[in-house]
Nanobody
Framework: QVQLVESGGGLVQPGGSLRLSCAASGSTVYYYAIGWFRQAPGKEREGVSC??????YYADSVKGRFTISRDNAKNTVYLQMNSLKPEDTAVYYC????????????????WGQGTQVTVSS
């Protein structure tokens, strides 16, 4: 089973950018759908983006601002976040499931520990 470690979170002003990384070990990300999720205090976890060999997904709330990419050689998936808003503040998690397409959230079976993103002036 793949193990995941997120990094790149931090404090940023509204309108700023961050790039999150999801480094995988134990298996190659090529065979996995990798998703980014977030959970804000008092709110349910929501899917943000997903990348697989067969599909890419973005939540409506981040379309045009966030970009997911993968570097199979580095076994890492990135989430570039631009034009950040205070409502993007959350703990961001990456998750993985073996497969060619992005599934529903409940199908992801490997999760990282999360990285905090805070958007505030």
């Amino acid at each position: 089973q793949v193990q995941l470690v997120e990094s790149g979170g931090g404090l940023v002003q509204p309108g700023g950018s961050l790039r999150l990384s999801c480094a995988a070990s134990g298996s190659t990300v090529y065979y996995y759908a990798i998703g980014w999720f977030r959970q804000a205090p008092g709110k349910e976890r929501e899917g943000v983006s997903c990348s697989s060999q067969g599909s890419t997904y973005y939540a409506d709330s981040v379309k045009g601002r966030f970009t997911i990419s993968r570097d199979n050689a580095k076994n890492t998936v990135y989430l570039q976040m631009n034009s950040l808003k205070p409502e993007d503040t959350a703990v961001y998690y990456c998750a993985a499931v073996r497969g060619w397409y992005c599934p529903q959230s409940s199908d992801f079976d490997s999760w990282g520990q999360g990285t905090q993103v805070t958007v505030s002036s």
